[in-house]
């Protein structure tokens, strides 16, 4: 094997790598938003209920897991940064910010860290670093092959 087709080869197994571990970290944030959310009610009072959030989070990031998964080009990834960076600061926010209301969504303040809120933090800092790393890599390949 040449040294081009194996740098290849290896570009190759390092993008399968980071496609299955970006998927993964929105897979785990979209469980556990699914998870907390589940029994509740997604509407109330004509506004959209802060598990109503939690379960379009969840469904974004479902379908930008399996985009990304699919794909694995570009502008996968820079979805999976979006969610993953608007995942995360989202939920730092939630917790040292008291953001009112606006139009049909509900105020968004929970003063504390519990493990799921901790875990989905985890899981989409994780997913916007992953990104980051493959968006680099891609960079640098097509940087590389000009």
């Known amino acids: 094997m040449t040294t081009s087709a194996a740098r290849t080869a290896s570009r190759r197994r390092s993008g399968v ?16 938003h699914v998870d907390i959310a589940r029994g509740l009610p997604l509407f109330a009072d004509g506004q959209i209920t802060l ?12 379908l930008v897991a399996l985009w990304v998964l699919v794909r694995g080009d570009r502008l ?15 939920l730092v926010l939630s917790v040292y910010v008291q953001i009112p209301s ?6 968004i303040y929970e003063p504390l860290w519990y ?26 390949a097509s940087h590389a092959v000009r």
């Open 51 to 62: 598990m109503g959030l939690f379960i379009g989070q969840a469904v974004v990031a479902a």
């Open 76 to 90: 996968a990834w820079l979805a999976v940064a979006a969610v993953g960076l608007g995942s995360f600061a989202a």
């Open 115 to 140: 493990t799921d809120k901790v875990v989905a933090a985890v899981a989409a800092a994780a997913a916007a670093l992953v990104a980051a790393v493959a968006l680099a890599g891609l960079t640098r």
């Open 17 to 32: 790598v980071l496609r299955v571990l970006g998927t993964a970290a929105l897979a785990v944030s979209a469980y556990v």
């Open 102 to 107: 606006i139009g049909p969504f509900p105020i």
